[in-house]
């Protein structure tokens, strides 16, 4: 459409991952499951604990099990040091995360008990809420929680006119020419189905469509990619 004259700062065509894209399963010996996820220089790590009672008491639900996510990113994870601890930012993130992981979990018969996904980004670069819920849905199916499919995340969105995949963070945060940055996280189930998207900024109709289809595509890539992972880590039910 617009692809003809856009250039973009690190030379990548408007539907180019950053690489390496890199992906390993069972890192951490203590954890029920674990994962780590590269996108270019953002690097997510993943542990499950559980199903295990959830405590605090009064959060149990007789119902279902619960799904609980907590997003954090290291101090020295970008080039000035962050404060550590939680922030709106952490706590917004881990909702989303619980948001794109929710639809592909089968916990309905666990009631009372949670499965808790801790994700630490030791290396940020722009895109770590998709590379947390990259390495989440790795380190859930390394743990043997039921699942329909493991999901896979990538944004895409729009720099200036021209529609792009996996902004990075000079892209996100600071690209202002003409029409600006939109950056739009998205999360897929191997057939195709959105079970997250995040849309903050602005993108007519049609551009939409456009980059919910550019990130489709690049989505089934980095399934390969985790799944070849998860094979690798001894057969585990990525796919179940
Ligand atoms: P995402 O990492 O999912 O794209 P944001 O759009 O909030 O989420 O952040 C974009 C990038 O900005 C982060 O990946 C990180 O590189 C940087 N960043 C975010 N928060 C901070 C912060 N408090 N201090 C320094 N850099 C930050």
């Given at each position: 459409?617009?692809?003809?004259t856009?250039?973009?700062?690190?030379?990548r065509?408007?539907?180019?991952f950053?690489?390496?894209?890199?992906?390993?399963?069972?890192?951490?010996p203590?954890?029920?499951?674990?994962?780590?996820y590269r996108?270019?220089?953002?690097?997510?790590?993943?542990?499950?604990?559980?199903?295990k009672?959830?405590h605090?008491?009064?959060?149990?639900?007789?119902?279902?099990?619960?799904?609980?996510?907590?997003?954090?990113?290291?101090?020295?994870?970008?080039?000035?040091?962050?404060?550590p601890?939680?922030?709106?930012r952490?706590?917004?993130?881990?909702?989303?995360?619980?948001?794109?992981?929710?639809?592909?979990?089968?916990?309905?018969s666990?009631?009372?008990?949670?499965?808790?996904?801790?994700?630490?980004?030791v290396?940020?670069?722009?895109g770590?809420?998709c590379?947390?819920?990259?390495a989440?849905?790795?380190?859930?199916?390394?743990?043997?929680?039921?699942?329909?499919?493991?999901?896979?995340?990538?944004?895409?969105?729009?720099?200036?006119?021209?529609?792009?995949?996996?902004?990075?963070?000079?892209?996100?945060?600071?690209?202002?020419?003409?029409?600006?940055?939109?950056?739009?996280?998205?999360?897929?189930?191997?057939?195709g189905?959105?079970?997250?998207?995040?849309?903050?900024?602005?993108i007519?109709?049609?551009?939409?469509k456009?980059?919910?289809?550019?990130?489709?595509?690049?989505?089934?890539?980095?399934?390969?990619?985790?799944?070849?992972?998860?094979k690798?880590a001894?057969?585990?039910?990525?796919?179940?």
């Open positions: 459409m617009t692809k003809s856009f250039k973009r700062i690190d030379g065509a408007p539907d180019e950053r690489k390496p894209i890199e992906a390993k399963v069972g890192i951490i203590n954890a029920d499951g674990s994962a780590m996108s270019g220089e953002t690097v997510a790590i993943a542990a499950v604990y559980g199903p009672k959830m605090p008491q009064h959060q149990q639900d007789p119902e279902k099990g619960t799904l609980r996510c907590d997003y954090n990113m290291l101090s020295f994870s970008v080039t000035e040091r962050i404060r601890g939680p922030s709106r952490s706590t917004e993130i881990s909702k989303i995360m619980e948001w794109a992981l929710e639809p592909v979990l089968l916990i309905d666990f009631s009372n008990m949670v499965v808790d996904v801790n994700v630490n980004i290396q940020a670069d722009a770590t809420r590379a947390a819920i990259n989440a849905a790795m380190a859930l199916a390394h743990a043997g929680i039921p699942m329909k499919s493991i999901v896979s995340s990538i944004a895409a969105g729009k720099l200036d006119k021209t529609v792009v995949l996996d902004l990075n963070k000079y892209e996100d945060s600071e690209f202002e020419e003409g029409e600006g940055s939109t950056d739009i996280p998205m999360t897929f189930t191997p057939d189905e959105l079970t997250h998207i995040q849309l903050d900024g602005k007519s109709k049609e551009q939409l456009e980059a919910i289809a550019m990130a489709r595509e690049a989505a089934k890539e980095i399934y390969q990619v985790q799944m070849k992972a998860l690798e001894g057969g585990e039910n990525g796919d179940a």
